[in-house]
């Protein structure tokens, strides 16, 4: 069916309350940001945020040095990786296939949000999009001074990025991959990553 | 099972006492779905600003309901211009052939599917099937009641009506598991390695949409898997079905509704993957994206004043897990795709009132519904009023109508009900004894009838006021 016959066929006659839009939403909280918040949340959806006591570099060689891989890190998170040993790099977006045996996945995200645990990947951050779901486990970088409390701000946030940047996909990802639909049981791991590890880095 | 040939759902209450047999059932998943309302309750108490999100939410719906095809037209020209081939189908075969037709173009067969309840309301499924087209829900639940041949039992939970037994069954026939196998992780484990394979070898992808931006012309896909992630990131081909009532106007809005979605489904902060997708994939020179838009009786939804706000609805399920008469006969019972009291109202719409007359009365009106609504759908003022649209198109048993008729007559006259009343406490004894042989009104089936009081309001309060004079 063609356009202008299908939109005819929501033409009302009777034309109701012609409602108003609310206008943006301004969240109560005014709560600031802290990454214990996000760290608290994080842990109960799954997922768990990477203490850098020794500072992030250390923290992140040792997961890798953990990590029975194989390590494969996009190219957002190359020049991050600096004197971190042990990453092969990702490769052609252009083939997402050749991701299928990736232990390890290092990502790179544009901002966290304390309120729900989630990082948001952009195509910008992340053109190898495919890897963030086939990667058996993932750990996602996030700059430091990125981390938004409410999700109203992070929200609003990533619209200015698309408004930027024009991205073909966002992801806002809030601990690693799960189901409950066996009989409401918790189990990490459905189909992506069966665990994840946000690291915040020092820009 | 193909249910888009369905034209009159078999009656719930027949449908209903089958589940009701098996007690120990009954119990089991009335206190599954309890244990989920819980959940949503814990961290909706959470969230301070609840009420007020609800509120923004159901203004942000209304706006566009109010003004479809002005949004319609918007999302559609931005669609386009992110890079999205988009069509438009104005039922359900429409959209069974041009899917049909976008997957033979392609030469596709092998297909990935992630949840949708708008191709199961359409029968999309099936239609494929019996073109050779092989295609695989590859959520968890909706894999489980596709290898057991069953329609989802509930919006979010496809497989809440089947224990781990059941599942364990499934998986044994069907993927290999050992006999007696229950254990959840391990029947997880095994469904993941097979459905892994599947999106490998996949050669398109079909998904939902949550939301649908006007302003981006991007679709949003919630899910905890990543299915519908892998879905679209692999194959490359992806066909996104949506019904029109699925957009909303900028991707900030669409902040709003994250918020309460995940909160109201299942009691999480957001789904594990909140994908916003804008066409095909740039970075993948061979990845084609379309994007087909579904009417299917909404429109008349959509004129319909009264009834209108029942298209806001976000699929959330909050109306299922809370409702008492959804809890203790199950989602098969309504035989319609969407169950629960949003089913029961959008059905009348969407199949007809002929077809549909049960379900406005599949509900106790105790307005739960309406409470846990994030889009503050009116649910059981819009059930009384399919009721009493269902009574002016004589679509109400002839019983119930001469009961009604009887009761009305009977106390607009003040001397013949107090005489009925007289009359009715005296024979009382017998309507009990009758009713435990052999109950003829099916709510007497599994309670006892309370014994007929003393006397009459009328005599106790006069009663009363005597007492309190002398005191």
């Keep these: 069916m063609d356009e202008a016959a299908f939109i005819a066929r929501f033409q009302q006659t009777e034309r109701g309350e012609q409602a108003a839009h609310p206008g943006p939403y301004v969240p109560r909280q005014t709560k600031a940001a802290d990454w214990r918040d996000f760290a608290a949340v994080l842990n109960t959806v799954g997922g768990s945020l990477l203490s850098g006591d020794n500072g992030w570099r250390t923290a992140v060689q040792g997961v890798i040095d953990f990590d029975a891989g194989p390590v494969i890190a996009v190219a957002a998170a190359q020049p991050l990786l600096a004197g971190v040993t042990g990453w092969g790099p990702a490769g052609d977006p252009a083939l997402p296939l050749s991701w299928e045996t990736v232990g390890l996945g290092i990502l790179v995200a544009e901002l966290a949000c304390a309120e729900n645990a989630a990082v948001l990947l952009s195509s910008r951050s992340l053109p190898e999009r495919g890897l963030a779901f086939l990667a058996q486990r993932l750990l996602v970088l996030v700059p430091r001074d990125r981390l938004v409390a409410d999700f109203i701000t992070a929200q609003n946030q990533a619209a200015a990025l698309l408004q930027a940047h024009s991205d073909h996909h966002l992801t806002w990802m809030s601990g690693p991959s799960k189901t409950a639909d066996i009989e409401q049981c918790l189990v990490i791991g459905a189909h992506g990553a069966r665990s994840l590890i946000v690291a915040a880095y020092d820009p | 099972m193909s249910r888009h040939a369905a034209t009159e759902a078999p009656a719930f ?300 609805c976000i699929r959330c399920g909050a109306c299922l897990n809370t409702c008492p008469v959804y809890r203790r006969s199950s989602g098969h019972a309504y035989g319609t795709v969407v169950p629960g009291p949003i089913g029961a109202v959008l059905a009348p719409a969407m199949i007809g009132t002929a077809a549909a007359r049960e379900l406005p009365f599949a509900s106790t009106l105790c307005g739960s519904c309406t409470n846990v609504c994030p889009v503050k759908i009116d649910l059981h003022e819009q059930l009384l009023s399919w009721r009493r649209r269902l009574a002016s198109e004589h679509l109400v048993p002839w019983s119930k109508r001469f009961a009604m008729r009887v009761g009305a007559w009977v106390m607009s006259h003040p001397r013949l009900f107090a005489a009925a009343g007289w009359l009715a406490r005296r024979s009382w004894w017998l309507v009990r004894w009758r009713s435990r042989i052999n109950p003829a009104w099916p709510w007497l089936k599994h309670r006892d009838l309370p014994p007929a009081p003393a006397c009459s309001f009328r005599a106790a309060w006069a009663k009363r006021q005597q007492g309190k004079d002398r005191g």
């Excluded at chain 2, 942000?60 to 003004?67: E, F, P, Q, R």
């Excluded at chain 2, 081939?85 to 297909?111: I, K, P, Q, Y």
């Excluded at chain 2, 012309?217 to 898997?225: A, L, Y």
């Design chain 2, 13 to 312: 209450h027949r449908q209903a006492e089958k589940f009701l047999i098996d007690h120990a059932r009954v119990t089991w998943h009335d206190q599954a779905l309890w244990h989920v309302r819980k959940r949503r309750d814990a961290v909706k108490d959470a969230t301070p600003d609840w009420e007020d999100l609800r509120e923004h939410a159901s203004r942000i719906k209304a706006h566009v309901l109010d003004h479809l095809p002005e949004f319609i037209a918007t999302f559609a020209a931005n669609a386009r211009a992110a890079g999205w081939s988009v069509h438009f189908a104005a039922t359900d075969s429409e959209l069974r052939e041009m899917v049909h037709g976008l997957l033979t173009a392609a030469g596709a067969t092998r297909v990935v599917k992630s949840k949708s309840m708008l191709t199961e309301e359409c029968g999309l499924n099936p239609y494929l099937h019996e073109r050779g087209i092989d295609v695989v829900d590859t959520d968890l639940g909706e894999r489980i009641v596709q290898l057991r041949h069953e329609p989802p039992s509930h919006l979010v939970l496809p497989a809440i009506h089947l224990t781990r037994a059941d599942i364990g069954a499934t998986f044994h026939q069907h993927l290999g598991t050992p006999v007696g196998e229950i254990d959840p992780p391990r029947l997880v484990a095994a469904a993941r390695a097979d459905l892994r394979r599947r999106f490998l070898a996949a050669q398109a992808g079909i998904t939902g949409v949550n939301f649908a931006i006007a302003n981006t012309g991007g679709i949003v896909i919630c899910t905890n898997e990543g299915n519908a992630d892998l879905g679209t990131a692999l194959p490359p081909l992806h066909i996104a079905c949506m019904g029109v009532e699925k957009i909303i106007p900028t991707l900030e809005d669409a902040g709003v509704f994250l918020r309460l979605l995940a909160r109201s489904a299942t009691g999480q902060p957001i789904t594990s993957f909140t994908t916003h997708l804008r066409g095909p994939d740039p970075n993948r020179p061979e990845h084609r994206g379309h994007l087909v838009i579904v009417d299917n009786g909404r429109h008349r939804l959509a004129a319909d004043l009264e009834h209108r706000r029942s298209l806001s």
